[in-house]
């Protein structure tokens, strides 16, 4: 395979990489380097070398697919080394990307010119890992401990610009003229000659780490790799060289081998595969979506409407009464506003935002939008009024899409003379902040509709998932399954807050009890004091409806910060006492196999009855809607993780029905 080619322009040495699409660092591009470098290194009439990429981007890493598989070709470090100890000049000629083991290759070259557009990075904690071929060691040479230690420790790929201004990038060269810029700088630097950054000397103070650590403290909460990145950047400040890189490489390998790792590189490709709908053309035509309608200023229907603002989309807002409209309009400024003074946007594009959004009173301000979201109260009947008014004032090819979360697509499309056009689009609260898009496939959407409500879900910044018609699709109707027993286990004895620390520990960031306080708990009740028929009902009667008034299962202070409540505590108490139930000690143990392993159970349940496309995007589902720890890799990558046959043993122990195809599992 040849993926390296090279060239001389007269005295100066061009190694192209040419490895679409990401120029990764696959096996036989590290031979390439070798071979070309070797090449150019021997030959008296080289007296520079250029190293550059061809396609889109310069190396943005290694090759992931790699990883966990025998090693093939030259060791990275090697070539590395090598290019490193050249005794004539290289120049890094960067464009697109420069990440991960990318960006380790420009390091070792002795200088680096990129083009304006270009960004330079090490991403490798999103992985779960670190830089594992001399990033951490070299990168704290060149732009000190505190820029390494961010870069390495968040993994936020830097600008052309300001790698410049913090000596990353040493040369701009023009955005159409990187190659010939990139020879001229070279041969420049023939009398300067060679800049062995292993050399150079670590500036900077390690007082950075502990600020990161600090800053970051919630953020990192049960991640590995963030602080074993640190570990690393602070060994470069105490040990040679050649140590620093053994102790960066013991880190890497013990990262590789661990669970975590697995799981976050597992997850880069699932949410990549989720963007793909099983039997579609790649270039199956999309309709335009040009102008959105949101039906809805709660909310939803603000948070979703700033998701097209945000992208330069018109977005027209109808609500049924002027207050509301105006309350709704009203927060989506405030919102853009506070964005603002976080310096995430300037004033005039707050006022560019809102200058494309029109509010109106009337359904028939709608006709002329290509995408229709419906964001109105959950009910089936006021959902099948809407959708049937719709029918008759959209123009003909508008999708017409529900946010409901757990309401039959195909029902409300048969509202309609046009159920092809209808799909489900729900969004996750904040809806303007969660990544998940579940797109809901009915059983009469047109192919072009549902593939066009995935690209528009990636457009506006969300990793969309396609669903089947469900109660509940697949994130909710999952997390049902947790609810109820957790409910079970207050009857027998565990108390709220043990409950939830079980789950915040496993990394959610909440727990169910937590979740149900935010989400009020009065909602769907019957609204009877007097008919006490389940411990909801108990704290409801009690005027306890969760974070909105201060009292659910916790208490909350008025920053609605939640304690224990020794009132709700006595109400679950009072409630238990007319079960037939006593009072006993509940094992953390107890607690995830009775409220995580249904969740397993009912992930499997959807893969047979053919609601997700793949395991895959249950987890992704999971991880970008509800915040499952990603480094558990979701509950279906957990689930393996965790061993089949002991998540069977016990759902079967605790009388729940298990999947078929998960018992064929295990
Ligand atoms: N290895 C293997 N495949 C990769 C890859 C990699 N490093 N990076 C991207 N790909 C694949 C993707 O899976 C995708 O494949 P598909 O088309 O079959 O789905 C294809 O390349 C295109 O990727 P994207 O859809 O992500 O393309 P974008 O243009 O949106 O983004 C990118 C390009 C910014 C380079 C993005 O792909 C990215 O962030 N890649 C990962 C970068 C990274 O993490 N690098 C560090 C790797 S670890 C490392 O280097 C260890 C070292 O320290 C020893």
Redesign the pocket.
């Known amino acids: 395979m040849q993926s390296v080619s090279t060239q001389l322009i007269d005295d100066v040495f061009v190694v192209v990489v040419d490895n679409p699409?990401?120029n990764?660092?696959?096996w036989h591009v590290r031979q390439g380097l070798h071979d070309g470098f070797g090449q150019g290194l021997a030959d008296p009439a080289v007296k520079a070398i250029v190293l550059r990429c061809a396609g889109?981007?310069f190396i943005?890493?290694?090759?992931?697919?790699?990883?966990g598989k025998p090693p093939q070709g030259p060791d990275?470090n090697a070539v590395l080394n090598m290019i490193e100890a050249s005794d004539k000049p290289v120049v890094a000629a960067i464009h697109?990307?420069a990440?991960?083991?990318?960006l380790?290759t420009a390091l070792v070259c002795h200088y680096r010119i990129a083009v304006p557009s270009a960004?330079l990075g090490?991403?490798?904690v999103?992985?779960g890992?670190?830089?594992?071929?001399g990033?951490t060691q070299r990168l704290p040479r060149v732009v000190g401990v505190e820029a390494a230690a961010t870069m390495c420790s968040l993994?936020e790929?830097v600008p052309a610009p300001k790698a410049e201004a913090m000596g990353l990038v040493d040369r701009m060269a023009g955005e159409n003229s990187l190659a010939e810029d990139a020879i001229a700088y070279a041969r420049e630097l023939i009398a300067a000659g060679p800049r062995p950054t292993r050399e150079r000397s670590v500036t900077g103070d390690i007082a950075a780490i502990e600020q990161l650590k600090a800053a970051n403290a919630r953020k990192w909460r049960g991640f590995e790799a963030p602080y074993a990145n640190l570990a690393c950047v602070e060994a470069a400040t105490h040990l040679p060289f050649d140590e620093g890189l053994k102790f960066e490489r013991a880190e890497?390998l013990k990262l590789m081998g661990g669970s975590q790792s697995a799981a976050q590189r597992y997850m880069?490709?699932a949410e990549?595969?989720a963007?793909?709908i099983d039997g579609f053309p790649k270039d199956l035509p999309l309709r335009d979506v040009k102008k959105v309608g949101v039906i809805g200023a709660g909310t939803m229907g603000g948070g979703i409407s700033m998701n097209f603002l945000a992208k330069d989309i018109p977005v027209t807002i109808v609500e049924m009464v002027q207050e509301n409209l105006d309350r709704g309009v009203g927060v989506i400024r405030k919102n853009y506003e506070a964005s603002a003074v976080k310096g995430r946007f300037t004033a005039e594009q707050v006022e560019g935002m809102m200058g494309l959004l029109t509010s109106s009173l009337s359904l028939d301000d709608l006709a002329d939008c290509d995408l229709v979201i419906e964001a109105v109260y959950e009910s089936m009947d006021v959902k099948k009024e809407v959708f049937g008014k719709l029918d008759t004032i959209c123009k003909p090819g508008a999708i017409l899409a529900s946010n409901t979360s757990y309401l039959n697509i195909d029902e409300i499309a048969a509202s309609t003379s046009r159920p092809q056009d209808v799909v489900g689009m729900h969004f996750f609260s904040p809806a303007n902040v969660m990544k998940l898009l579940e797109v809901v496939r009915g059983e009469k959407t047109a192919d072009d509709v549902l593939a066009t409500a995935m690209a528009v879900g990636k457009k506006i910044g969300k990793v969309a998932v396609v669903a089947g018609v469900c109660h509940g699709f697949i994130g909710n109707r999952m997390l049902s399954t947790r609810q109820q027993p957790a409910m079970q286990l207050l009857l027998e004895g565990a108390t709220p807050a043990q409950i939830d620390k079980v789950h915040t520990d496993f990394g959610m960031p909440m727990g169910p009890f937590q979740m149900s306080d935010l989400a009020g708990l009065d909602i769907g009740w019957h609204r009877d004091p007097a008919r006490v028929e389940s411990i909801r009902d108990a704290l409801c009667a009690a005027g306890r409806f969760g974070q909105k008034n201060r009292k659910g299962f916790y208490d909350y202070d008025e920053k609605r910060v939640g304690t224990p409540s020794d009132e709700a505590l006595s109400i679950i108490e009072e409630f238990r006492a007319t079960s037939n139930l006593s009072k006993r000690e509940i094992s953390d143990q107890e607690i995830v196999e009775r409220t995580l392993y249904p969740m397993v159970n009912e992930g499997y349940k959807i893969l047979e009855e053919g609601k997700a496309q793949r395991a895959s995007d249950i987890d992704v589902v999971w991880i970008y809607g509800y915040g499952w720890p990603i480094y558990r890799g979701g509950p279906m990558f957990w689930g393996d993780l965790e061993g089949t046959g002991k998540i069977v043993e016990a759902l079967e122990r605790n009388g729940v029905k298990v999947a078929e195809s998960l018992k064929a599992k295990a």
Do not use: H, N, Y
């Open positions: 699409p990401v990764a660092l696959s889109s981007t943005a890493g290694a090759d992931i697919t790699e990883f990275f697109g990307t990440l991960g083991g990318g380790e960004k090490v991403p490798e999103k992985l890992l670190l830089p594992g071929a990033g993994g790929p890497f880069f490709f990549r595969q963007a793909k």
